[in-house]
């Protein structure tokens, strides 16, 4: 038998799941496109996790949750640790990199740096109001070009002198795309142009006033085009690392917290077992709270007849009313 | 005539209290929800901040409920907030209500201006019916106060959180309905001897400071009840601005308590040494003056496009490194999903407590 611990990223693109052993190495990772129903999608994953689980021998003795999703997934599966993206990312890089000073993070709808100094995290910032040069966007622009978004990367790389883009906003970028494709710029000049650009949007709004000194991270599902690698090294003037399974890196940072937590504490995990997750019919419902002028959807998970979770409300009323019952029994 | 203004966190109840002393009909506008931002946002410039969209949704509701007169706040500071007053009144006639609108100016000299202006107001009330209807408000602005500092305290550290709010929130009707400054004191009093009485978690909380724009750091709707939050995930918050000490250094001119301004000012230097327009320069002096009270880390927070925040922001990095303090910066717009808010939350929350943690064992170990 082998004690296994499970990692799991609800982002807004990709559902992702790990399972890594007790020397933090990797059994098996999922990577789903979330595509609206998180709930599938970690029901999806967690079958074809447990297939390769149960063929290992492996054990569930820790589960922790992180992205988005987390309190979602936490629900569907039992968390022993629920996480943000930002911490889980710092964890499973400095465990890689010991001596990792910068990590560039680039999921589907945020973008995250995160600084460290001796492998803990110093500062952080994640785009605020922009989503130029993430994942959605660059998906939305390779749709647009006819171009599947794994030879994205592949193509940029061909290119020998990019063509200027403008960066500030996505709409913007779009629109000087087309113009730059009208006057006839080859195909790869004008994807290499994007991917600079969007390392200069990066670099202004989400690096703004950090100081990036190496080594550089750069994870997360947007790592994988090689021509925005390719961009940062240029534009940062130093070499840039990708590690291997830089598109779970949050679920294995997530996983890690969750056997550190166990092997630290000794308790027996909150993890409601295969049958819960596989067996039950999970469904949601939402309704206007008339509470207040507020109206806040309240959102309703339940397995079966059983409510398991609610939220949405302001005013913790829902939450709390659920709370209040399991203690009294 | 039927009296409205903005909403400001619980500075309604004081303004309450403040007209019925001066006999007038008060028609505060309802709670701030989802209707006041829509209505607020499909009048307004889309370019400007989110408080003079909150204002005129406020305005709009009174006025709906049978408001005639709007008494808003001037100001001759070279923030947007000083106009505000005229270019609501201006989207309102064009809207077609029917209303006036009474704007107080902060006094150049004399405290004695403003009472002036205040029983202006007042319909038949002698001067020093004026001071008494100020004090009275005065009071019950001093009692939220008392009881805003002990909940801010509790909150982190109490097991049950669900029952410290409660009594605050209860505590906070009862000091609205109260008739008189003894009753209104009482309430505090009761409210705080119960929130004594609740469970505590054992250990110190983690301590951090948030700084600002006065709007967005006042008013719970505009920064998504930033105190609550952070107070549930055990973290005790130091506001830098309460109401009654911006109402005395802006409105009162400094005549009613001793301002803490000049010390501000002076921890601004060397990073600030100029005003920069509306909370700037307190901006920066309070993160500096936070990080010098040992504070875990400092939260900036302010609407979308607040120009003086964002000198202050380009700044507040430097102050970071040197005096050695987490800093974070959150812009709060019409966004309605706190998905974000809360994983920037729990990311600064959790940043500064594995800091803590660190910096602690070093210190055992050397």
Not at chain 1, 108 to 122: A, C, E, P, T
Request: aromatic share 8%.
């Amino acid at each position: 038998m082998v004690d296994g611990y499970l990692g799991v990223d609800i982002g807004s693109v990709s559902t992702n799941l790990v399972l890594i052993d007790n020397g933090c190495h990797l059994i098996e990772k999922i990577y789903l496109r979330t595509q609206g129903n998180p709930i599938k999608a970690v029901i999806e994953g967690f079958a074809a996790l447990v297939e390769t689980g149960s063929k290992e021998g492996v054990t569930i003795k820790g589960v922790g949750t992180t992205g988005s999703g987390r309190y979602l997934s936490a629900v569907l599966l039992g968390a022993d640790v629920i996480k943000n993206e930002i911490t889980a990312h710092a964890v499973a890089a400095a465990h890689l990199y010991p001596d990792v000073k910068t990590i560039i993070e680039i999921g589907g709808q945020d973008s995250k740096i995160i600084i460290l100094k001796n492998g803990i995290v110093n500062d952080f910032a994640m785009n605020t109001v922009c989503a130029a040069g993430t994942g959605s966007f660059l998906d939305q622009q390779a749709s647009r070009l006819n171009i599947d978004i794994k030879d994205f990367g592949r193509r940029a790389a061909l290119s020998q002198q990019a063509v200027r883009i403008a960066g500030r906003c996505g709409v913007f970028a779009e629109s000087d795309m087309i113009h730059k494709q009208q006057m006839g710029y080859p195909m790869e000049d004008i994807i290499m142009g994007l991917c600079e650009s969007l390392v200069r949007n990066y670099l202004n709004n989400v690096g703004k006033g950090k100081k990036i000194e190496g080594p550089v991270v750069f994870q997360g599902g947007v790592a994988a085009n090689a021509g925005l690698r390719r961009a940062f090294e240029k534009i940062l003037g130093m070499s840039v690392k990708v590690p291997q399974h830089y598109d779970v890196m949050g679920a294995i940072g997530v996983a890690m917290l969750a056997m550190e937590k166990m092997q630290w504490s000794r308790a027996i995990t909150q993890f409601r077992g295969d049958a819960f997750i596989l067996k039950g019919s999970f469904k949601t419902s939402s309704h206007e709270c008339q509470g207040c002028p507020n109206i806040c959807e309240v959102v309703c998970i339940k397995r079966d007849r059983e409510v398991l979770a609610y939220w949405g409300d302001r005013c913790k009323k829902w939450e709390n009313s659920l709370s209040e019952k399991t203690h009294a029994v | 005539m039927k009296i409205t203004f903005p909403h400001m966190g619980n500075m309604h109840i004081a303004i309450k209290a403040l007209m019925a002393g001066l006999k007038l009909e008060v028609i505060p506008p309802p709670p701030v929800s989802k209707r006041t931002f829509e209505l607020g946002i499909r009048h307004s410039p889309e370019f400007a901040c989110m408080p003079l969209k909150i204002n005129l949704g406020n305005f709009i509701e009174a006025l709906e409920n049978g408001a005639d007169t709007i008494v808003m706040a001037g100001g001759w500071g070279p923030c947007r907030f000083g106009y505000y007053a005229q270019v609501e009144r201006d989207i309102l006639e064009g809207l077609g209500y029917q209303f006036k609108m009474i704007v107080l100016e902060a006094p150049d000299s004399k405290a004695y201006d403003l009472i002036k202006q205040i029983k202006a107001l007042g319909e038949n009330v002698s001067f020093w019916e004026a001071v008494k209807a100020i004090k009275y408000g005065w009071s019950k602005l001093n009692a939220l106060e008392l009881l805003e500092r002990q909940f801010d305290y509790y909150l982190p550290r109490a097991r049950d959180k669900h029952m410290v709010e409660k009594i605050y929130d209860d505590a906070v009707v009862t000091i609205d309905r109260a008739g008189s400054k003894t009753e209104a004191d009482e309430a505090t009093g009761q409210a705080i001897k119960k929130m004594s009485r609740v469970d505590l978690k054992a250990g110190l909380p983690l301590k951090i400071g948030i700084v600002g724009e006065i709007y967005t750091m006042f008013e719970p709707a505009a920064n998504y009840n930033i105190y609550r939050l952070l107070g549930r995930m055990d973290v005790q918050v130091s506001r830098s601005a309460y109401v009654t000490e911006w109402i005395n250094d802006h409105i009162m001119g400094g005549y009613v308590k001793k301002s803490s301004r000049k010390n501000l000012i002076a921890c601004a230097k060397p990073y600030l040494n100029c005003e920069v327009g509306g909370h700037g320069l307190e901006t920066v002096g309070n993160t500096v003056h936070f990080a010098r009270m040992k504070h875990d880390g400092i939260i900036q927070i302010g609407p979308l496009t607040c120009m003086p925040e964002i000198v202050a922001q380009s700044i507040i990095p430097s102050i970071s490194e040197k005096e050695g303090v987490p800093c974070m910066t959150l812009w709060f717009d019409e966004l309605s999903g706190t998905a974000g808010l809360s994983t920037r939350l729990e990311a600064f929350v959790d940043m500064v407590h594995r800091k803590k943690l660190s910096t602690n064992n070093q210190i055992k170990e050397a």
